[in-house]
T-cell receptor
């Protein structure tokens, strides 16, 4: 069966520090991969999605970037974190178009 | 572009009562619709999905939803609420905007179950 791993579960970082969140999927090939940020009362905001290695679509211009160095690995990065980057970050995968998304357990990011 | 609207950011029901969570969608073509549940500090879990065919969709944990094209609705119901149903619920839509690769989520409804 397919599984998705996301780490770390919680992270506290100072303003201006770099960020790297990693997400990996097991048990499937060529998944669509997604990064979301969730803020209280605002639902899920799609940040990036990828339909293949090296293919990244950005939904919201911001301080973050994403990369997909391997088929089942999706990384969310920042060179310098802002206070506004605080939130709950979720990684998800799907088998393709119109397929439901399956989520990791999320990373709670706090910026001090 | 497709979108969903969830009516009511908070819903309270008594244990054993009917659960009704409302979702209306906007899409120029028949969409694909989903309901997800999220427990605190966890990711989202798929409850059910509508793609094509039968308009009444049954999901996990006793939930079901009915696709009504005339009302552009996809409301989530459960006949009898259980304490373990307390969570946040998200309606979502996938459509031609974005090539069906993207899913647009509603802002969520927090369900409180009163003993």
């Amino acid at each position: 069966s397919q599984t998705i791993h996301q780490w770390p579960a919680t992270l506290v970082q100072p303003v201006g520090s770099p960020l790297s969140l990693e997400c990996t999927v097991e048990g499937t090939s060529n998944p669509n991969l997604y990064w979301y940020r969730q803020a209280a009362g605002r639902g899920l905001q799609l940040l990036f999605y990828s339909v293949g290695i090296g293919q990244i679509s950005s939904e919201v211009p911001q301080n973050l970037s994403a990369s997909r160095p391997q088929d089942r690995q999706f990384i969310l990065s920042s060179k310098k974190l802002l206070l506004s980057d605080s939130g709950f970050y979720l990684c998800a995968w799907s088998a393709g178009s119109n397929q439901p998304q399956h989520f990791g357990d999320g990373t709670r990011l706090s910026i001090l | 572009a497709q979108s969903v609207t969830q009516l009511g950011s908070h819903v309270s029901v008594s244990e054993g009562a009917l659960v009704l969570l409302r979702c209306n969608y906007s899409s120029s073509v028949p969409p694909y619709l989903f309901w997800y549940v999220q427990y605190p500090n966890q990711g989202l879990q798929l409850l059910l999905k509508y793609t094509t065919g039968a308009t009444l969709v049954k999901g996990i944990n006793g939930f079901e939803a009915e696709f009504k094209k005339s009302e552009t609705s996809f409301h989530l119901t459960k006949p009898s609420a259980h304490m373990s149903d307390a969570a946040e619920y998200f309606c979502a839509v996938s459509g031609p905007s974005g090539g069906y690769q993207k899913v647009t989520f509603g802002t969520g409804t927090k369900l409180q179950v009163i003993p």
